[in-house]
């Protein structure tokens, strides 16, 4: 299939190496230069300013959406009114609110509409989703995640720290990816707590987001999403009755991805343990792409789509106006 790229940074560079053999024909980019750089990683010689002309390239299929957040849903949502395929980076939308539109429309729309929550598709992430649905854990408890980052010089007068541009801070950055995976696990959240404080960093949006989600079965999932951890990390606890699951490390900043089970056993006392690790390159990038043309050509449910995303934002609103109160 024949995509385009708009928005041409760090994502955009990710997403142009994980085409898994599909063609680039465009890019677009405010930054000509970073466009062309990018097409020139799928081998693609039309790069534009107007990101218009890339979303409604002639012999594109699919469009990726790379931008800051603020146009995520504009440019998404101009795509798929040209008949496009879209995949748009998370969280979709600085809002709900303002995804709620291009939600309602991709409801009646034929092309189908991703949201990059390529989380999911890391192999621990997916082989703990094939052990829960073994049956082999029971039914899920609750489920305990952490997720966080340093900051880096300057940190606080980039494009995430504008909320007219972002949205919000870190419980909308990564926050987002740690509600998605809950909800992934364990269903919807009908009860919604949290804080989203400014501890460190001098900016106007939060640094941290502590989530305390309950679902209609009394499901918790305790969230902490920072930008004040120092050290990257990930770490993702998954208890369900008869045994848990940890999974440690995303690659490369994160520490090598490693999935433990912990399987109680009938007696009690220690349990058995088996591991696996994952080194190597972070593949989660082409894994997503790929599941997501599977999805196009053959009819199936999308793995991460508009309506998560809405969920996911929604769990983020709920706490930024309870701290208004």
């Known amino acids: 299939m024949n995509v385009a790229i708009i ?30 750089k990018v097409a020139r990683l799928g081998g693609c010689s039309i790069s534009y300013e107007d990101w218009k002309a890339a979303a ?68 621990a992430m997916l082989k703990a989703r094939e052990i829960i649905d073994s049956g082999v854990m029971g039914e899920l408890m609750f489920i305990r995640g952490r997720y966080g980052h340093g900051g880096r010089a300057g940190y606080n007068k980039e494009w995430r720290a504008d909320k007219a541009i972002s949205g919000g801070g870190e419980l909308l950055d990564q926050g987002v990816h740690l509600i998605d995976l809950a909800r992934w696990y364990l269903g919807d959240f009908e009860r919604v707590t949290g804080w989203a404080p400014t501890c460190y960093w001098d900016m106007p949006v939060d640094d941290n987001g502590f989530m305390a989600l309950r679902t209609a079965r009394a499901q918790m999932a305790w969230l902490h999403a920072s930008c004040t951890e120092w050290k990257n990390m990930f770490c993702l606890e998954i208890y369900g009755l008869t045994g848990k699951l940890q999974i440690d490390g995303l690659g490369g900043s994160y520490g090598e991805e490693r999935l433990t089970f912990y399987r109680m056993l009938p007696e009690m006392g220690p349990p058995e343990t088996t591991a696996w690790n994952y080194p190597g390159a972070d593949k989660s990038w082409e894994v997503e792409f790929s599941a997501f043309i599977d999805a196009i050509k053959t009819g199936k449910p999308l793995c991460g789509d508009l309506e998560d995303a809405y969920k996911a934002l929604s769990v983020v609103g709920e706490i930024y106006r309870s701290d208004l109160k």
């Open 7 to 36: 928005g041409c940074g760090l994502i955009g560079e990710k997403r142009a190496r994980a085409l898994s053999g599909h063609r680039l024909v465009a890019t677009a980019d405010t930054d000509l230069e970073r466009a062309k």
């Open 56 to 123: 409604a390239h002639p012999e594109a299929d699919i469009i990726i959406v790379a931008t800051t957040n603020n146009w995520l849903t504009p440019v998404g949502r101009y795509a798929l009114e040209h008949g496009k395929h879209v995949l748009i980076e998370k969280p979709g939308a600085r809002s709900a609110e303002e995804l709620k539109p291009f939600l309602e429309l991709a409801r009646k729309a034929g092309p189908k509409v991703k949201v990059g929550f390529n989380l999911r598709f890391h192999p």
